[in-house]
């Protein structure tokens, strides 16, 4: 849930309830997309990315009061510590100085208030959005500054007996999100296949459970195509998901391509939510997805 606000959260749940949403599991959905019912109701699944330790402490009571099924995306990485969260180390770094050097970029940022720095992290963002193996050219800065990944991934995520716990709550399911939070294009198809089998081993070992949902690290059209839905589809998975704006109905489905709406964290994103959301199409199954 880190990067949305929980006004805004709870009040996509409820913008979802009032405009006649059904809120279902993953499970539900593709029973729903199976009938294919033309008339069916509107239908709608929320999940979260990572396994961010707020999912239990600030989402689950607001998931909980409006009898929610959510799906968590958990890379192995996050709560055995070892991923490179590279996004939080920038955040902590913006967070923490007035000047940031970044030799990668060949950026200096003069940042002394909220929007300097809001305005320089999303610009180092993107940086390395546009490459994701630029990140691992961070290390030295993240030295240079003091900042230490695997802190930050104990202060953000939850730890295996957290995992464990909320995997036994009966409104939650827990994905998969590969084992280091890679991108999977940037990697040979050997590789990538291990992201994806070796994250699911590990989940379903330690939550007793299976795994079947997957969500691609990143999502967009730089870490994921089809030979990655391909591979999903090949491992295993009965769905995968994107970062890929749009609605279930839209066009012809690929299971293992799924889009889904974000929800930010200010004005503007709940504006853009409830217009994303109200521009669903009526045909077919009607159905969207929340992250």
Known sequence: ?????????????????????????LDQCLQALARNEPNSPRYAVVTFDDGYRDVRSVALPLLERNKTPFTVYVPSGAPTRTMKTWWLGLR????????????PMEAEFDCPNFLTKTAGLKTAIQWVH???????????????????????????????QELQDLARHPLASIGAHTASHAALA???????????????????????????????????ARACGPREYQLAERVGFSTAVTTRKGHLGDGPLNRFALPRIGVGCHLEARISFEANLNGVHEAGARLGALR
């Open 1 to 25: 849930m880190t990067g949305t606000s929980v006004d805004l959260f709870q009040h996509s749940l409820e913008w979802l309830q009032r405009q006649g949403w059904h809120i279902v599991s």
């Open 92 to 103: 902590e770094v913006f967070r923490r100085e007035n000047r940031v050097a970044i030799d």
């Open 130 to 160: 546009e490459d994701y193996r630029r990140a691992s050219l961070l290390e030295r800065t993240f030295h240079k500054y003091g900042i230490s990944l695997p802190a930050l991934n104990d202060a953000y995520f939850m730890d295996e």
């Open 186 to 220: 940037t990697l040979d198809p050997a590789s990538a296949r291990a992201e994806l089998e070796d994250n699911r081993k590990y989940l379903e070992t330690l939550i007793e459970r299976p795994v079947r949902h997957l969500a691609f690290p990143y999502g967009g």
